[in-house]
C-alpha cells in the first residue's frame, strides 16, 4: 500500500475543498505540461453513482467496497473530460451537488479509499501527474515534491460552482449550494480516514481574488522550479 519513496515520475499533488477551482486548474497545468489528469473527485462520485444504482446503501462499506474494485470506468479526454460508468455516458450526472454529497459520504468509508488507492496510482504515468482531490499529498502520492493547497472563501467558491453549474445548464440555488458546500467541507475535513488537511510540506495558495490565469501561471511557476527537467 505504500508509494515508492523515490518514484521517478513527477507528481504535482492539488488539494482543497470542493469548488476552489482545482478541476479547471488541474486540466488547464497538465494540458500545459503535457502531463496526465487524475481527477480523484471523479473516482468517488462513480463509486456514489454506481452504489445509488444497485440500490448498496452508502453505510455499507463491504459492498461499496466491492463496487470500487469492480468499477468498469473510463475517462475520454478532451477538453471536457467524458466520464464513462458501464460504457455509459455519466459526465453530466456525476456532477450534481447530490452526487457530490453521496460521493463524500462513500468517501469516508476507509474500505473504499483503499480499494481506490493503487487505481489512483496507475495514472502516474510518464512525463508527469497532476492530480486533484482532498488526499493526494497527504495519503496518495506522499512523496510527490509539489503539494498545493488550493483554496477560496466559501462565498468565492459557492458563487464558482453556481457559475459552472448553470453554465451546463445544471439548476440550482445559490443559497442552498451554499449550505451544502458547507456540509461537504465539514464531512471532508471531520472523517477519521484520510480528512482534508493542509500537509506541512504544502504551499497554500488562496485563490480567492485570483483570475484562473493568474493561478495557472503560478502553478506553472513552482511545477518549473520544482521539477526543472519534467516541464522543459
Ligand atoms: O472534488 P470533488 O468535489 O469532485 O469530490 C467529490 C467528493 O469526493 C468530495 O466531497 C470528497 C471526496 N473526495 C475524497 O474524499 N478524496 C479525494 N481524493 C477526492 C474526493
Same mark, same amino acid.
Given at each position: ?35 496526465? *489528469? ?32 469492480? *468499477? ?18 455519466? =459526465? ?11 460521493a463524500s459520504k462513500v468517501a469516508a468509508q476507509s474500505a473504499v479509499r483503499s480499494a481506490l488507492i ?7 504515468? $510518464? ?14 502520492? $506522499?512523496? =510527490? ?27 440550482? =440555488?445559490? =443559497? ?19 480528512? *482534508?488537511i493542509t500537509c506541512a510540506d504544502a504551499r497554500i495558495l488562496d485563490t480567492t481574488s485570483m483570475s484562473i490565469e493568474e493561478v495557472v501561471c503560478k502553478v506553472l511557476e513552482w511545477a518549473k522550479e520544482v ?6
Amino acid at each position: 500500500m505504500a508509494e515508492a519513496a523515490a518514484h521517478p515520475i513527477p507528481v504535482i499533488a492539488i488539494d482543497g475543498p470542493g469548488a476552489a477551482g482545482k478541476g479547471t486548474i488541474c486540466n488547464r497545468v497538465a494540458s500545459a505540461l503535457g502531463w496526465t *489528469l487524475l481527477d480523484s473527485g471523479a473516482l468517488y462520485r462513480l463509486v456514489g453513482l454506481a452504489a445509488l444504482r444497485k440500490g448498496v446503501e452508502p453505510e455499507d462499506a463491504t459492498a461499496l467496497a466491492e463496487l470500487a474494485r469492480g *468499477l468498469d470506468i473510463e475517462f475520454l479526454a478532451g477538453d471536457e473530460v467524458v466520464v464513462l460508468l458501464d460504457g455509459q455516458d455519466v =459526465s453530466r450526472e456525476i456532477r450534481t451537488e447530490h452526487a457530490g454529497l453521496v460521493a463524500s459520504k462513500v468517501a469516508a468509508q476507509s474500505a473504499v479509499r483503499s480499494a481506490l488507492i493503487e487505481r489512483q496510482r496507475e495514472f502516474r504515468r $510518464p512525463p508527469g501527474l497532476v492530480a486533484d482531490g482532498r488526499d493526494m499529498g497527504s495519503v496518495v502520492f $506522499p512523496s =510527490s515534491a509539489l503539494k498545493i493547497f488550493l483554496t477560496a472563501n466559501v462565498t468565492e467558491r459557492a458563487q464558482r460552482r453556481y457559475k459552472q453549474l448553470k453554465d451546463k445548464g445544471i439548476d440550482v =440555488s445559490l =443559497s442552498a449550494l451554499s449550505k451544502d458546500m458547507v456540509d461537504r467541507d465539514r464531512q471532508d475535513t471531520d472523517r477519521s480516514v484520510a480528512p *482534508l488537511i493542509t500537509c506541512a510540506d504544502a504551499r497554500i495558495l488562496d485563490t480567492t481574488s485570483m483570475s484562473i490565469e493568474e493561478v495557472v501561471c503560478k502553478v506553472l511557476e513552482w511545477a518549473k522550479e520544482v521539477y526543472p527537467q519534467g516541464c522543459a
